[in-house]
């Protein structure tokens, strides 16, 4: 099946169209993306509810990835610990080229078929976690070695991609294929299929850690308190949960750290 990310764009002349033209164009495009993930929810749900399984004993959640699909499945997992309150090492972003080539592209780097499997061994990757890998294209080598050296040591694999039928998918206990179409920009992956990913990415980690136990009603109570501003966020949380003042929310903060030991003492 051909890649519908190597597509010609719909648009041509780009460089002829004026500023309000080229940003109502790309909006136009974007507005698809969330169609486009809709119609995987099914898939997106099977890969949910995988990772759940491995997660709730103690397995992790691992991302491997090249370019722009590296960046996002590192920025994924390293929003994890603050947002959710889950020790780091817990969901683990890995990108081909190291963490160099999050600020810099590093060349060859994804070409690499054994590479990802080695820079997993340096977590001691297991048969009790979950590997997913992200790649819009969905033939990157380094993603696919990846996943078929983690399923040939029974580990679940799962993957984010934009093309149908591709071989990273093949790879895939629980395939995730968002068809976007073309580009805007032919061939530019960062645009249509990195909105896909980061949405897609969004509802697999927030749904898991909701089923994990890490949210009460529609709070983040076990967030870090890293800041004045989720100090504040924190002090809100534990006023509409209780429905006590503000000064004294902020004294059961201060004396139990944390969101959730702060309600569950006046529970």
């Known amino acids: 099946m051909a890649a519908t990310t190597e597509s010609s764009s719909d648009y041509d002349n780009l460089e002829q169209m004026s500023v309000r033209e080229l940003l109502e164009n790309i909006n136009r495009e974007d507005q698809t993306v969330p169609h486009a993930v809709q119609k995987v929810i099914p898939q997106i749900e099977a890969l949910v509810n995988a990772i759940v399984e491995r997660m709730q004993p103690g397995g992790r959640l691992f991302y491997i990835g090249a370019g722009t699909s590296g960046r996002l499945g590192v920025v994924d997992a390293s929003e994890i610990p603050p947002t959710f309150g889950v020790p780091h090492g817990h969901v683990i972003g890995i990108i081909a080229g190291g963490d160099r080539a999050i600020r810099r592209a590093v060349e060859n780097a994804e070409d690499d078929a054994e590479q990802a499997w080695k820079d997993l061994q340096e977590y001691n990757i297991s048969s009790r976690d979950v590997l997913v890998g992200i790649a819009a294209s969905g033939r990157t080598p380094y993603v696919i070695g990846g996943l078929a050296t983690a399923r040939k040591h029974s580990i679940a694999t799962g993957c984010i991609v934009c093309n149908a039928g591709s071989a990273v998918a093949r790879e895939s206990d629980f395939p995730v294929e968002i068809v976007v179409g073309p580009e805007f920009l032919t ?33 983040m109570i076990d967030m870090q308190l890293t800041n004045h501003k989720l100090v504040e966020r924190a002090v809100r ?28 003492s006046q529970q």
């Open 187 to 219: 061939g530019s992956t960062r645009m249509k299929s990195g909105t896909a990913q980061k949405l897609a990415l969004n509802m697999i980690t927030t749904s898991v850690m909701i089923r994990l136990g890490h949210v009460r009603g529609n709070k």
């Open 237 to 264: 949380m534990i006023v509409d949960e209780l429905g006590i003042p503000t000064e004294k929310a902020e004294q059961l903060l201060r004396e139990h750290g944390s969101v959730r030991k702060a309600i569950d």
